[in-house]
């Protein structure tokens, strides 16, 4: 575990626009039409260049460019953006992990030989489904055709680190469509699987609707058999389930990611943006012009606040428990100066006794069990 205060070796950059919003999406984005994209680059640009000023980066080993879809850039704006990554985090090294968002209704090979061109390595399409009616429900612009063109677009170009996004629970989604969209998905034979479950959250179309009783969810019952036979099918296709909602061949797990579980510091730029560094979390302006405006005169953020001794050692075991490897008391006494069983001793105790958690060795874990219940073990050491 890297000391808590050391200076971030990951950095997230968000680009808040997409060329629609997707009906269960809470993310911070806006409708590219008429939006000021350039002016939101010069923008990023006065926020990298204040933060690395204000803490300069140690030798960046992760970026990952999220939104929104970054993938909506023309491809001169890429380039452009992609240069100023490079500008202001130029500590590069052959290892280094460089994933980028995309939509494959949004990927061309001319873009894709631009984010090629600037350094991104790694490609995490936002497939979502294999089911083109489905895609429809749910507010996509991509149908499955557009995967497959834009996958094999990127391997033409020599990117082989490819993940897609997947998603279970939808509206009338069915564990035998499911089943279909694993035959399809895995049959692609690529690096890594996110499958997370649908939230419905507030302030999307998915929530008015559920609130006036008309989004047709799977049963607790059909989301729960989904959930397993995507366990069961990746596991027996060769995939490490290394984190809740994320499966990879060996070697390929996000080490992005593994940055947020593993609760270490990180840049984070662009409108909307969090960020952990020198034991503060901030969260940018949100508003693309109101961001654009602060950037001209200090750093963008809406708030900025100090983590407590106790909430970051809350967040350690919250997110470092996401991961099917778990947490070592080595690492949370490294970092804190106490044992897990000091701190969360009573906690630890209730929930093995439970068969969420046991005790492998040196970590602590999530069970099989505890994985299907994984936010009550979270909300547990709050």
């Known amino acids: 575990m890297k000391p808590l205060y050391s200076a971030p070796k990951a950095v997230y950059i968000h680009i808040p626009f997409c060329t629609n919003k997707c009906y269960y999406c809470d993310f911070n984005s806006y409708v590219l039409k008429g939006q000021p994209v350039m002016d939101y680059l010069d923008g990023l640009e006065r926020e990298m260049e204040l933060t690395v000023k204000s803490m300069p980066p140690g030798e960046i080993e992760t970026i990952f460019v999220g939104g929104g879809t970054p993938t909506v850039l023309l491809p ?3 380039a452009h953006f992609l240069k100023l990554v490079r500008t202001y985090f130029p500590e590069r090294q052959a290892e280094l992990e460089f994933s980028m968002e995309a939509n494959p209704g949004t990927t061309d090979l001319e ?13 995490s399409f936002g497939v979502q489904s294999f089911d083109n009616a489905l895609l429809e429900t749910i507010g996509r612009i991509h149908n499955t055709d557009d995967v497959y063109r834009s996958l094999e677009n990127a391997a033409k170009l020599g990117f082989d680190n490819m993940s897609i996004d997947l998603m279970f629970g939808l509206p009338k989604q069915t564990p035998e469509i499911m089943q279909k ?5 895995l049959a692609l034979d690529l690096k890594h ?16 609707m559920y609130n006036k009783n008309q989004l047709p969810l799977p049963s607790e019952d059909e989301e729960l058999e989904m959930y397993l036979l995507i366990m069961r099918r990746l596991k027996q296709a060769g995939y490490e389930m ?6 990879a061949k060996p070697g390929y797990e996000s080490r992005h990611n593994r940055t947020y579980w593993r609760n270490e510091p990180y840049y984070g730029l662009g409108a909307g943006a969090h960020g952990y560094a020198g034991g503060f979390r901030h969260v940018n302006i949100k508003g693309v012009q109101p961001y654009i405006n602060k950037t001209k005169e200090a750093m963008p953020h809406l708030e900025r606040f100090e983590v407590t001794r106790e909430e970051a050692m809350e967040d350690f075991m919250m997110v470092g428990l996401r991961l099917l490897e778990g947490v070592r008391d080595e690492d949370f006494r490294a970092q804190f100066g106490i044992s897990i069983e000091e701190k969360f001793g009573p906690i630890v105790t209730s929930l ?13 874990r999530l069970t099989e069990r505890g994985i299907l219940f994984g936010n009550d073990v979270f909300a547990a050491f709050l």
Request: net charge negative; hydrophobic share 40%; proline share 0%.
């Open 242 to 247: 290394y984190e809740i909602s994320n499966f």
């Open 111 to 123: 873009k894709l030989a631009a984010m090629k061109e600037g350094g991104v390595n790694r490609i």
């Open 76 to 78: 001169d704006q890429m």
């Open 193 to 208: 699987y996110s499958i997370y479950s649908l939230k419905v959250e507030e302030n999307t179309l998915f929530h008015t």
């Open 352 to 364: 093995t006794s439970k068969g969420l958690l046991e005790i492998a060795g040196d970590r602590l």
């Open 181 to 185: 969209t694993l035959d399809e998905a």
